[in-house]
């Protein structure tokens, strides 16, 4: 975060810090709104399908299934998404307006299907792990 121009009373958001300088150009009004998951995470005994939804304006949403990160090449959200065996699934919103919208932070959801467990499960994804 911070002033643009700088000092001033607008506040902008950069990618880029600038530590003990003056804050570049430019700079985003806003991330995009998360996107929502139409199930929450869970244990369900059956398949599922999960709609996803956003509030943001002339937007995408990209999904991934195997708990990567999604990025603008990963599927086009367009219709229900059918989750038929324990899933990690992610989502993020694009806009299109790139210039003053940054991309949303990542929604994140966990079905297990048809597992049984007799002690507390945590389910956890990340994109910089290597190895175990």
Not at 98 to 117: A, P, R
Request: overall charge neutral; glycine content about 8%.
């Amino acid at each position: 975060m911070g002033r643009v121009p700088n000092g001033a009373a607008t506040w902008k958001i950069f990618t880029t810090p600038t530590a003990g300088g003056t804050n570049g150009t430019g700079g985003y009004d806003h991330y995009a709104a998360k996107p929502v998951l139409s199930v929450a995470a869970g244990f369900y005994g059956a398949a599922q399908t999960v709609s996803i939804s956003t509030t943001e304006p002339t937007s995408s949403i990209r999904y991934t299934l195997d708990g990567t990160e999604p990025t603008a090449a990963s599927n086009l959200y367009s219709a229900p998404v059918p989750i038929n065996a324990t899933t990690v699934l992610r989502a993020k919103t694009f806009s299109t307006n790139t210039t003053n919208v940054l991309e949303s932070f990542i929604e994140t959801n966990t079905y297990f299907i048809n597992q049984n467990y007799s002690f507390p499960v945590i389910s956890m994804c990340g994109d910089q792990l290597l190895s175990l």
